[in-house]
């Protein structure tokens, strides 16, 4: 077990220590609020949870949140689902993203950067100047606080300057990448029912053009709520019939108004994977995610107006969404649009270099691409300016963490942070002030009680268990959209631990206070450090007539790899052949992404499912873990045991 690491890879030095946001936090706290003075993280992390109320005041007043109007009590019901936050305060999230402007106006807010990998900086004073013209043309087009505003964009300028503008106006934000197919979108869109539409007329990647204007013209017949569509000419086409041209709606020099909205507005709608059905639309709050988001960039990675904060993401993963708030530590944020390997594997240090990011985030996948690809990044270019590199989506393997200490750097620190999109924010990973240890997330976040549970819901330390949160957090979701009784949301997260949020990870709290992330303890895919739904695929490739059945599974590998095979069932008849097989790939790549193509197709005798005629997922990659069958599977719960028989012998033999 990792408690077994001998000695730490990296320890923060004493002025380090001395000079991060969250040691001067818990000396100001120690002070006004009662936080323990001594004892460092830990103690201020026990402090942080078992008088949550306090905390969470102190992160206000600590950050300066401006409340328009006051608050009653800080938390109003501590229940879950259901927590109420600050009833009665009034804020608004875009006017703290754009506080900087009142000091550095000419400073850079944003550096965006597309696979030219020269960056173009847009000052703090542009970006307020373009949120407040963009937000005054919304009003005037009738939309309302609560009304949903959607981009089909990637990462450019124009995605932060709609989002802020929405929620200037107190609309509701939400986005998807312009590589998801137009079926993916609708499944997202259509749940909430925009009446704005920002979209690019294509995008760039890996060198090539992808001409997007079809899959708009999909989306904009198939949702009937738009009252309007705003073209972004990304691939300098012109603008379609009855199209708004983005810039004629950003050239005015407009000062912002921020609609003062409760705490618990809603602010944007992320999406689930869509494993079981359609993508859950979960709704977070502006005041929510404004506390969360301070917190966990402001204490946990440090982040202040110095620094310059560069996450490879797209607007279709939360992390694009934690990305745009580090605007509200002042910080320059970096907006790469493109792949993330073009021209060579090398691509992303090369970002870092030309921006001078000091903090670098990027997937466990790539860190692991870099390895295997032999890339040098302190070689090859001049990262003195990077003081952190972070990694999520996936476990980051300890060969990774090995590499980046090797290769980036000895004096490194690496937060290795894990979270959801379910609360747009991290349970466990970045502490500034503490040492890192090879494998291991060096602690849980401030204000989450983070513990590991056996079934029966007893805490467990260095024993695998169940990623649980037992108090509520401010980011967790307000609802989900079109789920009036609230019975979805609840059975989510809330029906394994009533009361106690399971977030279907698998971990190891160490008796050192570090967290060990093992994967999914669920079905839901996670590659390239974005979940997918299997659902998405099984529509896709069962429109062929060939394909009876198909079962698609993902599985973390020893060696930090991720093993994506699709199962087939074929019809009577069918031949798995290379016309077939170029088929199912093609048919995946067109009507989902890339991303989501399996990389092997294996033909099977059937898929097991449940009595309740349920796909069996889980049990299934836990076989091909290595998992015997009575420990992987309930045989009583099988409509066909025999065919698990073939999942374990193809275990066996992959050895």
């Known amino acids: 077990m990792s408690t077994t690491n001998p000695s730490p890879l990296w320890r923060p030095s004493a002025e380090g220590i001395a000079q991060a946001q969250v040691t001067k936090f818990q000396a100001w706290a120690a002070e006004r609020h009662g936080a323990p003075a001594d004892g460092g993280y830990a103690a201020l992390h026990r402090w942080s949870v078992d008088e949550l109320d306090t905390f969470w005041k ?14 009653a009590r800080v938390l109003g019901d501590r229940a879950m689902p259901g927590a109420e936050w600050f009833p009665g305060g009034t804020l608004n ?29 847009v000052t703090w004073s542009d970006l307020r100047r373009q949120v407040g013209s963009l937000a005054a043309e919304l009003r005037a087009l009738g939309v309302r606080p609560g009304d949903r505003v959607s981009g089909y964009l990637p990462n450019i300028p124009e995605a932060v300057v709609a989002l802020l503008a929405t929620a200037a106006v107190g609309g509701v934000w939400t986005s998807c990448a312009p590589d998801f197919g137009a079926r993916s979108v609708l499944d997202r869109f259509q749940q909430v029912e ?97 506390v969360e988001h301070l917190k966990q960039l402001g204490l946990h990675c440090d982040l202040g107006p110095e620094d310059r904060f560069f996450w490879y993401t797209s607007t279709g993963w939360m992390m694009w969404n934690f990305l745009v708030s580090g605007l509200l530590t002042g910080t320059t944020i970096v907006l790469y649009d493109g792949s993330p390997g073009y021209p060579d594997t090398g691509a992303q240090w090369r970002i870092a270099e030309r921006t001078g990011a000091t903090l670098f985030g ?52 690496i937060a290795s942070v894990s979270g959801g999109t379910d609360v747009c924010s991290c349970f466990a990973g970045a502490v500034p ?72 990870d698998w971990i190891t709290v160490t008796s050192r206070g570090s ?74 790549r067109e009507q989902l992404s890339p991303r989501h193509v399996p990389d092997e197709v294996i033909e099977v005798p059937g898929v097991p499912h449940t009595l309740t005629g349920k796909r069996i997922e889980v049990p299934v990659k836990r076989l091909l873990q290595g998992a015997s069958m009575e420990k992987a599977v309930n045989v009583g719960s099988v409509d066909n045991v025999e065919l698990l028989r073939f999942y374990e012998k193809l275990a066996r033999e992959r050895g």
């Open 58 to 71: 102190a992160v206000t007043e600590w950050f300066d949140v401006r409340f328009s109007s006051p608050y």
């Open 93 to 121: 999230y875009a006017e703290h993203a754009l506080r900087a402007a009142e000091t550095r106006a000419d400073e850079p807010a944003l550096l965006y950067v597309d696979e030219t990998h020269e960056s173009v900086p």
């Open 194 to 290: 925009p009446v704005v539409l920002f979209a690019v007329d294509g995008y760039r990647y890996g060198g090539k053009e992808h001409d997007r204007r079809d899959t708009v013209a999909e989306l904009r017949r198939e949702l009937p709520t738009l009252n309007a569509v705003v073209h972004i000419p990304l691939l300098g086409t012109q603008a379609p019939e009855d199209a708004l041209e983005w810039s004629a709606l950003t050239s005015a020099d407009v000062e912002p108004v921020f609609e003062q909205v409760p705490f618990d507005h809603p602010l944007w709608v992320l999406y689930s994977s869509g494993t079981t059905g359609l993508p859950k639309a979960i709704v977070q709050s502006q005041g929510g995610i404004l």
């Open 362 to 413: 990027t997937s466990a996948a790539y860190v692991m691409a870099c390895r295997k690809a032999e890339v040098h990044p302190s070689r090859d270019f001049d990262l003195g300016r990077v003081r952190c590199v972070a990694t999520t989506g996936s476990p980051l393997p300890p060969d990774g963490f090995r590499w980046l200490h090797d290769e980036v750097r000895e004096d490194l620190w």
């Open 433 to 504: 002030t503490l040492p890192v240890y090879i494998g291991e997330l060096q602690a849980a976040g401030l204000g989450t009680d983070l513990q590991s549970w056996d079934p029966s819901g007893k805490p467990l330390t260095d024993e695998v268990g169940e990623l649980v949160v037992t108090n509520p957090m401010p980011s967790m979701p307000i609802r989900f959209w079109n789920d009036p009784d609230g019975s979805r949301y609840h059975d989510s997260y809330f029906d394994t631990y009533p009361g106690v949020w399971r977030h279907g």
């Open 515 to 588: 967290v060990v992330i093992h994967g999914r303890s669920d079905s839901t895919l996670n590659r390239q450090g974005v979940r997918m739904g299997s659902a998405d695929i099984y529509e896709a490739v069962e429109r062929l007539p060939e394909i009876k059945e198909s079962l698609v599974i993902g599985v973390e590998q020893p060696d930090g790899g991720y093993w994506m095979p699709l199962f087939v069932h074929l019809a009577p008849g069918a031949v798995l052949d290379e016309d077939l097989l170029n088929r199912i790939k093609g048919t995946i």
